[in-house]
């Protein structure tokens, strides 16, 4: 069982940037795909982006496609989500997990809160 730990949210005004971190231990990594889900309140838990492991290709939401990228950092078993551009509405707790097609499949970290105000 694949365990995250998310960190690096925050309140930022609108326009700006913030970079997540998801610290992953557990089972092995490398044939797995790791990614990212936000939840706003009031809101569904959605996809927000995800990468391979073994060849770090790289999946977007439309929401955040050309503002969000993400990767990973194979010696530190770390997932990044460097956010820029932020806006009001990517407003949301962030959460990072194992993904298969573009559905969690794994245990759920903490999240971490980040706020945009406009």
């Known amino acids: 069982q694949v365990q995250p730990v998310e960190s690096g949210g925050g309140l930022v005004q609108a326009g700006g940037s913030l970079r997540l971190s998801c610290a992953a231990s557990?089972?092995?990594?490398?044939?797995?795909?790791m990614g990212w889900f936000r939840q706003a309140p009031g809101k569904e838990r959605e996809f927000v982006a995800a990468i391979t492991w073994k060849f770090g290709s790289t999946d977007y939401a439309d929401s955040v496609k050309g503002r969000f990228t993400i990767s990973r950092d194979s010696a530190r078993n770390t997932v990044y989500l460097q956010m820029n551009s932020l806006k009001p509405e990517d407003t949301a707790v962030y959460y990072c997990n194992v993904v298969v097609g573009r559905r969690p499949s794994g245990s759920w970290g903490q999240g971490t809160q980040v706020t945009v105000s406009s």
């Open positions: 557990g089972r092995t990594l490398w044939n797995y795909a």
